[in-house]
T-cell receptor, first 115, second 114 residues
Framework: DTAVSQTPKYLVTQMGNDKSIKCEQN?????MYWYKQDSKKFLKIMFS???????INETVPNRFSPKSPDKAHLNLHINSLELGDSAVYFC??????????????FGPGTRLTVL | GQQVMQIPQYQHVQEGEDFTTYCNSS?????IQWYKQRPGGHPVFLIQ?????EVKKQKRLTFQFGEAKKNSSLHITATQTTDVGTYFC??????????????FGKGTKLSVKP
């Protein structure tokens, strides 16, 4: 069974569209994350979500919004897509946010291409 | 804000040669983690270091955490083609910086020539 799963794996869309990426973890973890990995492979945290507390990276545009229907799911909704949003988006989870139990388990990634 | 710097950005080695990547933080860390990402894959957790001066080994991989808990290294002995990938360090600020989130270095991309 996949521990952290994401759908879709590939997403190709036009500028200005709105899209969502879904993430689910079956590890029973308390914290979930979204990361963006650009073409240079830099891995940048976008959000972390723990017990209904959302921590936002201040550099993330407000066109990006995470939505968590329950502890096992953290979806990413993106409004008005721009060319610069093209990247691989990784969902991850960890038992806790900080400390020795913050080991991250990553999903397979969603490659988003904005045309 | 907290920064984690990692060098080198790229490393090309002949199979059998050793490889080292270095990680430095601008702040004291509570722990540091290392991840490996194979080409086309996702980051996979390798190890976590918590104690000052800690050294851990996994087969040909040796991980060190500095005495001041601000730097770390990953050394691979006698590289193999299966070691190819990007190695990331990720540090967590001791003082709860970035709300306790891990801050990833930019990674070292290792290529191994057979």
């Amino acid at each position: 069974d996949t521990a952290v799963s994401q759908t879709p794996k590939y997403l190709v869309t036009q500028m200005g569209n709105d899209k969502s990426i879904k993430c689910e973890q079956n590890l029973g973890h308390d914290t979930m994350y979204w990361y963006k990995q650009d073409s240079k492979k830099f891995l940048k945290i976008m959000f972390s979500y723990n017990n209904k507390e959302l921590i936002i990276n201040e550099t993330v545009p407000n066109r990006f919004s995470p939505k968590s229907p329950d502890k096992a799911h953290l979806n990413l909704h993106i409004n008005s897509l721009e060319l610069g949003d093209s990247a691989v988006y990784f969902c991850a989870s960890s038992p806790q946010r900080g400390g020795p139990r913050s080991t991250q388990y990553f999903g397979p990634g969603t490659r988003l291409t904005v045309l | 804000g907290q920064q984690v710097m990692q060098i080198p950005q790229y490393q090309h080695v002949q199979e059998g040669e050793d490889f080292t990547t270095y990680c430095n933080s601008s702040t004291t860390l509570s722990n540091i983690q290392w991840y490996k990402q194979r080409p086309g894959g996702h980051p996979v957790f390798l190890i976590q270091l918590v104690k000052s001066g800690e050294v851990k080994k996994q087969k040909r991989l040796t991980f060190q955490f500095g005495e001041a808990k601000k730097n770390s290294s990953l050394h691979i002995t006698a590289t193999q083609t299966t070691d190819v990938g990007t190695y990331f360090c990720a540090g967590q600020s001791r003082y709860g910086g970035s709300q306790g989130n891990l801050i990833f270095g930019k990674g070292t991309k290792l290529s191994v020539k057979p």
